[in-house]
């Protein structure tokens, strides 16, 4: 059982370029997303999709786009990297976040460094 | 969004001592404060979770004391060992909404 699975675990991007990762989930989970880890700064939640065929932004979403591709996979899109997007990206899972519990899964990170 | 204080932000402590980490929440309206381990190069994992109509859970070596009027909660870790070092972060959340993550505190536990 993989769990969360994202690819790549690392990227180097020059400024301007675009990428996107990407992100599965096997445990049949409704809700998934994107957070950044910068130090200091905690988890920040990007975007979120709380079911198939929804997303919304969360605390940081400028730069960023996203696709909720099936109930498995969410991807993440940086259209013109900037150096701000240097961090950490954790992609998550969960089921009954929003019903005030539950737990989330996440998977072990993707390091983007923009020069 | 609503802010969730942690402090301290790095701690050290000897083999065998407890290890407190100690949180501050705004958000009345916040019901559910799990605790997240992280260690280098992994994801963030559940720890333990309370709900404020307790004021204490443990598991194992692990506990959550929580302080309602006080809007506090703390992680207690008794006889820390080397393998607990990691990076912790407390949250909070409440129905309808994410979670929202304290900024974490770097755990090292000497030999």
């Known amino acids: 059982n993989a769990g969360v699975t994202q690819t790549p675990k690392f990227q180097v991007l020059k400024t301007g370029q675009s990428m996107t990762l990407q992100c599965a989930q096997d445990m049949n989970h409704n809700s998934m997303y994107w957070y950044r880890q910068d130090p200091g700064m905690g988890l920040r939640l990007i975007y979120y999709s709380a079911s198939e065929g929804t997303t919304d932004k969360g605390e940081v979403p400028n730069g960023y786009n996203v696709s909720r591709l099936n109930k498995r996979e969410f991807s993440l899109r940086l259209e013109s990297a900037a150096p701000s997007q240097t961090s950490v990206y954790f992609c998550a899972s969960s089921d009954q976040i929003l019903e005030g519990a539950g737990e989330l899964f996440f998977g072990e990170g993707s390091r983007l460094t923009v020069l | 969004q609503q802010q969730v204080k942690q402090s301290p932000q790095s701690l050290i402590v000897q083999k065998g001592g407890i290890s407190i980490i100690n949180c501050a929440y705004e958000n009345t309206a916040f019901d559910y404060f799990p605790w997240y381990q992280q260690f280098p190069g992994k994801g963030p994992a559940l720890l333990i979770a309370?709900?404020?109509?307790?004021s204490e859970k443990k598991e194992g070596r692990f506990t959550i004391s929580f302080n309602k009027s006080a809007k506090q909660f703390s992680l207690h870790i008794m006889d820390s060992q080397p393998g607990d070092s990691a990076t912790y972060f407390c949250a909070a959340s409440t129905t309808g909404q994410n979670f929202v993550f304290g900024p974490g505190t770097r755990l090292s536990v000497l030999p």
């Open positions: 309370i709900r404020p109509d307790v």
